[in-house]
Structures are given as C-alpha cells and as structure tokens.
C-alpha cells in the first residue's frame, strides 16, 4: 500500500476524507474539486500509476482487497468513478461507513438487462428489447424484434466494447462467438437523430439539479465531442429527460451524480444507459458551469448544498484519445482550457479532454481544435 501518510491520520485543515474505489481520471479530478473545499480523497486502484495517485492519496490494492476495503472504511463517506469495481466491496463498504452513490445503483448499471428493466418499470422508454442467455434465444430475439439488432454483453461493455450491429441472420453465428457466448441483451435498432446525456445531481436531503441535455458524438464507439447546452434544446425536453432522471434517483435512493445517456428519435427520448458516477459528457462543466459536475458530486455525497448548474453560454468539450496534444496549439485556441490526464498515449485511449467556452464563433474553434492529431 502507498501512501503519503497513514490513512487515519489526516491534515488538520481537512474538512473530510472521501474514500474512492477507482484512481482514474475521474478519481483525479473530484480529488482536484476537493482541494478548494478541503477535502481529502483516498482512492483506491490495482494500478500504481493510476492518474490519480498524483492528487490524491493512493492505495495500490485490488478493490476488494482486505486492506483496501479497511482503509477506505474510515473514510467519511465512500463513492466510486467507474462502473466495473465489484459491487460485493461496495456492499462490505456500506456496513462500516456511508456508500454513495449506494452499492444498488452499481449493481442495476452493472447489467444492461437489469438497467433496461429498471427504466422500463419506471415508465421511462427504451429500445425494444430481449434477454439472450443461448444461441437459440438469439434467434428467438431476432425474429421478435427484427433486423437490424444491437446485440451487447450484459456485463463489462464499456466505450463501445461488447456489442455487434446485426443486419442479417447470417451474422448471428459470428457475432455469438464474438461476444464469447455470455448472457447478453438484444436491443432493437435505434435509427435516432443524435445521442443526448442528462446529468442529474441528488443531495442527501433528496434537493435534485439537473444540468441542461447536452449532444454527444461518438466514432468507434467512443465519445469524442460533446456540446452544452444541445443545439435547439427546448424547455420540454430538458423537463422530460429531468423527470427521468429525478426518476430513476428516487427510485435508487441516490446520492451523488448519475448520469442518463438518452436516443432522440422522432420527438421521443429513449434511454439507453445509465453511469452511477461523474461523467465524461461532463467534464464540459469544470470551466463551462457555474458548478463543475465533480464539485457537486462531493457537495452532494458530503451533505453539502448543491451548486448550481446552470451553464451561462454554450461551451462544448472534445476528448483527446489515442495521442497528446500540442499544448501550444491547443492554447492558442481562444476559450480553449486543456486537461491532461497523466496517462501514456495508445491507440482508443483516452488521455485528456479540451473545454471550449464561448458562443462566439464556437463551431469554428471546435474545427480548429478537431484539427490537432488526437483531438475529437
């Protein structure tokens, strides 16, 4: 275990030490929240360069780790950046201290099925959808709902990751073997206008905000662009996708930020995933909302008022996958505010995102930007 200094021994102009499982970019930047308002985080990752081991205390143990788990459980309050940390620690976690968000919502987003039925029971609408635990019941799947299909890994899909476009019967074979031969979910295709995402922050004291719907843009399965607020954003859809979200918050009993990946089509918001934790089609929000979706996340988890949303003009946030940029480049871009995540470059991986502010000619800056070899 690494460590600055003993986990229970703590600075005394600290205001509270929030344990997180996972040391990622995410962990890196609600431990860069957290100093402003004194607050400590102690991550806990398997890797020793986890980017946020340089911010943060860092206890370099497997997440169920038996000293993993006691050191994080001295903590005020315990949250998570990812998805993927086993929910068994979480749940051992919450018998010692404050789990949040709880280990429920990790284990809905866990599984696409159950996140799937999980809306569905809430009234929120989704794709058409079948469970897939054989060969025989991917058949069955494809003659209920039709072709093309999005057939997708229950479990672990993550940037893309775990899922075949099928257009025809003839792909089922291959695609079954791709996807290893795992209990799976088949979805009806969506041929939707544009991919939205809502964050939607909840205190403990159940007060709920909402930042605007923001347009996302993917290639190869990754987010590469996302745009705040969404272009032609109208007060109807943003109530309707806040319903949704306050929705699924009550229903969770959830603390912190969630975020709900939404289709539009035809007038119509279909959600498709949920991420029980700080978001990238977030990130826009450290320099383009009142209140950085990561400050909130710890004002909310520490029972602190929350902050307000609102983003004052439209900004937008391009990822930084694959290759680091020329920081001389990216700064010379008016409005452009760079975040490097202290991560070696390779192929599909993200190592940094760039805010953009302003309305002011934002279409063309966000060219100039997309420009640069590994930007957007």
Known sequence: MSSTRPIRERNPATTAVVGVLGGGQLGRMLA?????????????????????????????????????????ASCAVVTYEFESVPVSAAEALAEKTRVSPPPEALRVAQDRLLEKQCFRALGIPTPDFAAVGSRAELEAGCEA????????????????????????????????????GVP?????????????????VRGQDGSTVHYPLVENEHEGG????TRAPAPGLTPSLQARAAEYGSRLCARLAYVGVLALELFEAGGELLAN???PRVHNSGHFTIEGARTSQFENHLRAILGLPLGSPEVPEPCAMLNCVGAL??????LSVPGAHLHLYGKAPRAGRKVGHITVTGEQALAERLERLRALPGVG
């Not at 709902?145 to 291959?174: C, H, I, M």
């Not at 940029?325 to 990216?330: E, S, T």
């Open 145 to 180: 709902l039709g072709f093309p299909a999005v057939l997708k890994t229950r479990r672990l899909g993550y940037d893309g990751k775990g899922q075949r476009v099928l257009r025809s019967r003839k792909e089922l074979d291959d695609a079954w073997t791709a996807l290893g």
């Open 222 to 225: 990754i987010l590469r662009v």
């Open 325 to 330: 940029p020329d920081p001389h480049a990216v």
């Open 273 to 275: 995933e949920m991420a």
């Open 184 to 200: 799976c979910i088949l979805e009806r295709f969506v041929p939707f206008e544009r991919e939205l995402s809502l964050l939607v």
């Open 32 to 72: 860069l929240a957290g100093h402003p308002l004194g607050v400590e985080l102690v991550c806990v990752d398997p890797s020793a360069d986890a980017p946020a081991a340089a911010v943060a205390r860092h206890v370099t143990r497997d997440y169920a780790d038996p000293e993993a788990l006691a050191a994080l």
